[in-house]
């Protein structure tokens, strides 16, 4: 029987795959005060006009994206994991050469406006962060990036949010975008520089070995405190956050280079074949190998 489900699972596989992954694919999920869109986009080259009031992470490194933003082109420059604003109007995508994936967040304005009347701002509206440049850079924002893995894990159903994570999400989420820095002061979060201290050093140091010690002493705080003040300020554990960062990592390389799946796998510091293989698909719901398969990336043999 067990050997029966076995070849059943691997026959289930290649639809599976397809399923997430297969040309462009949107996975959705809706909180009670937050809307998210996981998208999946091969290279695209058109007019795609998007929807406004977002908060958008882009997974995905891109040098040369065209989007149109209030009449005006501009020639973006994505880091992977790159963060920006939509307000009121919406942008155009006209062209990404490569493969793409992104997290749409579309909170509730009436969630954001109440954050911002905490924070002593009336008024609020959502701002774009294109500007006027006509040639921008996207960079990441440590706890947006933070609250797309776990977003992410959630719209691909790898993750079951409960009402109090859901709602704790929501509030990091809206405090953060409405730019509450003094928000982290006596509740037990880190400041805005030691976490993104914190997070320099997992993104410099991700093929290593980190240990909690080493980001704890990065926050000048004791193991303990940090652990609790990082899940604070970001929603998550810190091994959950590297973990998601290495995975991301390997996806990358997956993606752009002809590095064998046990290479990438050894290069960015995981035990063995067989966890690295485990925790892709846990973060992404597909195996590594297969993510080559569906998107037609060719590589060496593994």
């Known amino acids: 029987m067990y050997d029966a489900l ?3 699972w691997k026959a289930q596989r290649p639809a599976q795959a397809k399923a997430l992954y297969g040309g462009e694919r949107r996975h959705r999920i809706a909180l009670r005060r ?10 695209f080259e058109g007019a795609s006009r998007t929807t406004p009031n977002r908060l958008e992470v882009v997974f995905s490194r891109h040098s040369k994206a065209v989007i149109e933003q209030a009449g005006t082109t501009l020639n973006v420059d994505v ?5 920006y604003v939509v307000g009121p109007e919406p942008t155009t995508l006209l062209k990404v050469p490569e493969f793409s994936d992104t997290l749409e967040m579309y909170p509730d304005m009436a969630l954001l406006k109440a954050a911002a009347e ?14 006027k440049d006509s040639s921008p850079r996207l960079v990441p924002d440590g706890t947006m990036l933070a609250l797309a893995h776990v977003l992410r894990q959630a719209c691909l159903g790898q993750r079951i949010l409960s009402p109090v994570e859901a709602s704790t999400l929501e509030h ?5 975008a409405v730019g509450a820095t003094a928000s982290w002061r006596g509740d037990g979060k ?33 193991a303990f405190h940090f652990a609790r ?3 604070r300020s970001t929603g998550v554990a810190p091994h959950r956050y590297v973990l998601a960062r290495k995975v991301e990592r390997a996806k990358q390389q997956l993606m752009t280079t002809d590095r064998t799946v046990g290479e990438i796998a050894t290069s960015l510091g995981f035990e063995n074949l067989h966890h690295f293989r485990r925790q892709f698909h846990a973060q992404l719901g597909i195996l590594p ?7 037609g990336v060719s590589i060496r043999e593994t």
């Open 6 to 8: 076995a070849k059943w």
């Open 34 to 43: 937050l809307k998210v869109t996981y998208a999946w986009l091969p290279p």
């Open 79 to 83: 880091a992977a994991g790159g963060f």
């Open 118 to 131: 905490e924070n002593g701002q009336s008024d609020f509206v959502l701002r774009s962060t294109l500007g």
């Open 172 to 176: 990091l989420l809206a405090a953060h």
């Open 190 to 222: 880190l400041s805005p520089a030691s976490l993104k201290r914190v997070l320099d050093l997992i993104e410099d140091e991700i093929g290593r070995p980190l240990t909690l010690d080493q980001l704890a002493s990065e926050a000048c705080l004791s």
């Open 229 to 231: 003040s990082f899940k």
């Open 289 to 295: 190998g297969a993510l080559r398969e569906v998107t």
